[in-house]
């Protein structure tokens, strides 16, 4: 008896024929950019001092109201080869930026997203400085809190001086830098001649006025007639009279400073 041959599956392709992929049957779409994640980028050469940098455009005009501007400007009408920024010969020269502070800004966006990034406070402070000329109010603010907030260590938190004087020249707000305010309207010593020289002359009126204020407010025991004296330096101080000076001086700087204690964060 001859066998018949068994029924062909239809959904089986023919010898010869692929399979249609799925995505050749489902209709067709129109292929569009993305909002976000498309870039229309292009590299760009810098001269800061005596150094060049390539790089691309995309997070200086993102993050600055400055380069974006400086970026959207019409170019001359030249050979697209030479016009400025596009080779070495002829790049855009940053007037008043050290190398330092370019190259630690360019550090902070090309690497402050893998862990452990760390930038020695030299190199944040030079970070506050550019974005502070440059308009970069989010890396402005994440400088500002390496230098004065936790991030610090105990020790760059004590350069006082140091830090007023960078908080002056980058209009950083007072609240941000209180425990530098106390501790030199507490400082026994006065200001010498090189530190009066760091500040403006409104500073140091405001640190001679806080200054009086706080010795007024806090009459030191030494000043006793000379038979009290005796007496009294022999008797322990009391143990909240630190921390009372210390929120006397607080409170001395919130008024001459102007501090609202709501700006505290």
């Avoid at 974006?68 to 790049?91: H, I, K, Q, V």
């Avoid at 806090?218 to 322990?236: E, G, I, M, N």
């Amino acid at each position: 008896m001859m066998a018949t041959a068994p029924p062909q599956d239809s959904t089986v392709p023919k010898k010869g024929r692929g399979v249609v992929p799925p995505r050749a049957l489902a209709p067709a779409r129109a292929v569009t950019r993305h909002d976000e994640f498309y870039f229309t980028d292009e590299m760009t050469v810098f001269q800061v001092e005596n150094r060049l940098f390539r790089v691309h455009r995309h997070f200086l005009a993102e993050n600055s109201l400055v380069f974006s501007s400086m970026f959207s400007l019409p170019r001359e009408p030249t050979d697209s080869s030479s016009a400025e920024g596009t080779c070495d010969t002829n790049p855009i020269y940053l007037s008043g930026v050290t190398e330092l502070e370019f190259e630690t800004l360019l550090r902070y966006f090309y690497n402050s997203m893998h862990d452990g990034f760390s930038l020695p406070q030299t190199s944040w402070i030079a970070l506050l400085s550019i974005t502070h000329r440059y308009d970069f109010p989010n890396v402005r603010e994440r400088a500002i809190r390496e230098v004065y907030g936790t991030a610090a260590t105990a020790e760059q938190q004590q350069d006082h001086l140091l830090l007023l004087s960078v908080a002056e020249k980058y209009d950083v707000p007072p609240e941000r830098l209180l425990p530098s305010l106390i501790a030199l309207v507490m400082r026994p010593q006065p200001l010498t001649e090189d530190e009066v020289a760091l500040f403006s002359a409104l500073t140091i009126s405001r640190l001679a006025h806080a200054r009086e204020e706080f010795v007024r407010a806090t009459p030191d025991l030494r000043r006793l007639p000379p038979a009290q004296s005796v007496h009294f330096l022999l008797v322990p101080s009391p143990p909240n009279s630190q921390s009372r000076k210390e929120d006397i001086a607080k409170d001395v700087v919130y008024k001459i400073w102007q501090i609202q204690k709501g700006d505290l964060h």
